[in-house]
């Protein structure tokens, strides 16, 4: 009777033990790498969403940007045919003022001869911090500088708070470095370098331009410039604005340090780079504090061009238009350097723009084939691929849409 009860309540082998923790070690091992490889799937997708991410957002702010370009401003001042005075007299911001220039493989930190990319450089005039026209009262030389008077009960003063006893918004607009660009009775405009902005002690909103350049007065004997006290004329702001991709942690702005702190890094942040917008004074310096990191992990920035190579009527109502794909040498002969010949900035109708990015870490071993004009894979110097992503858009030029000189 004992032995049965025993046999009854008998344990498992240590034989049966072995086989059924070895079933169960090699069942853990397979559950952790199934979890390993879909948390490791999972990452590269959330790298590719961020490239994604930053791609989408930063390529919407650039088109946004070429699209406003001459808006308020000169499309080529080589060449413009209303602008009154002479460029050569111009400092080198001002000389070179274009709705948009682009310029082949610049700056040269940003080339990249191990993926075979050469980003160009951008620059777009127009007012962009403003779509303002501010009437003028007055416009007077007083210590050894131009200052530009503007009506104070006017829609335009109205809709940027009224100047105010602190200027309201017109500081932010009429900031020092930008360029002041007048339009005169007789439908010609002239340009000045902003030295400041101030309400003065009779509360009168004053904009003060720098002596040089100087500005044109009719008076003087001009065929253009300012008339008698320049009362009704219009003054707006033109900002200069860069695009490029640029090395950012090598001297980061205070508040995207945080960014590039050692304990923020990652594998591959070593040759990182950023898509930046930076504003331009009239001397062609950055302006302090203007530099915005628009997308992460930036890779290319290209541009093709149409153009109005010629008018089919007297009129000049019927352009010719020719374009050119990304990479032609052709686009970059339309800048604002041209001055006599019929190639400037003023001569072109849409942009074509392509946008890279990559990912923040590599992810294969090897590179993936693309198509002509696109990027699938970012090969890093460390080692390895990294996803990349390509957007390409054609944006219109309408404030150029009726230039026919």
């Not at 009362?231 to 640029?246: S, T």
């Not at 019929?342 to 870490?361: K, N």
């Amino acid at each position: 009777m004992l032995m049965r009860s025993r046999r009854r309540t008998r344990g498992f082998t240590l034989i049966e033990l072995l086989v059924a923790v070895t079933a169960g070690l090699f069942v853990a091992i397979g559950a952790f790498a199934l979890a390993r490889q879909s948390s490791r799937f999972f990452q590269q997708e959330a790298r590719l969403a961020n490239a994604q991410f930053s791609a989408t957002l930063g390529f919407d702010r650039l088109r946004a940007d070429i699209a406003r370009a001459g808006f308020l401003a000169t499309s080529n001042i080589q060449r413009d045919p209303f602008f009154c005075g002479n460029p050569a007299l111009l400092p080198s911001g001002m000389a070179s003022l274009a709705a948009i220039r682009i310029l082949e493989a610049k700056p040269a930190d940003a080339q990249d001869s191990l993926n075979s990319l050469a980003p160009d450089q951008l620059t777009l005039s127009g007012s962009y911090s403003s779509a303002e026209t501010f009437p003028v009262r007055t416009v007077v030389e007083e210590e050894g500088k131009y200052n530009v008077y503007l009506q104070a009960n006017t829609g335009a003063i109205a809709r940027t708070d009224y100047g105010g006893a602190e200027g309201g918004t017109l500081p932010q607009i009429f900031k020092a470095g930008r360029v002041l660009r007048i339009l005169d009775a007789g439908g010609k405009y002239e340009f000045g370098a902003i030295e400041s902005y101030a309400v003065n002690g009779s509360g009168q909103m004053v904009v003060s331009l720098k002596r040089d350049p100087a500005i044109p007065f009719k008076r003087a004997g001009g065929t253009c410039g300012v008339e008698g006290l320049g009362v009704g004329m219009q003054a707006n702001v033109v900002n200069r604005i860069r695009y490029e991709i640029r090395n950012v942690q090598k001297n980061p702005p205070e508040g995207y340090k945080p960014l590039y702190a050692a304990g923020a890094t990652a594998p591959g942040d070593e040759s990182r780079r950023e898509l930046v917008r930076v504003e331009l004074d009239s001397d062609e310096a950055e302006m302090a504090d203007s530099l915005e990191i628009v997308a992460e992990y930036a890779v290319d920035l290209k541009f093709g061009l149409t153009v109005a190579a010629g008018f089919k009527t007297p009129a000049n109502l019927d352009p010719e238009l020719s374009q050119f794909a990304i990479g032609d040498p052709k686009n970059y002969e339309y800048f604002a350097g041209v001055g006599a010949t019929d190639r400037g900035p003023h001569r072109i109708r849409a942009v074509r723009a392509r946008f890279a990015v990559r990912s923040r870490e590599a992810d294969r071993a090897a590179g993936i084939e693309a198509p002509a004009g696109n990027l699938f894979r970012y090969q890093l110097p460390g080692g390895g691929f990294a996803r990349a992503r390509t957007l390409t858009a054609d944006i219109g030029l309408p404030n150029l849409a009726g230039v026919a000189w």
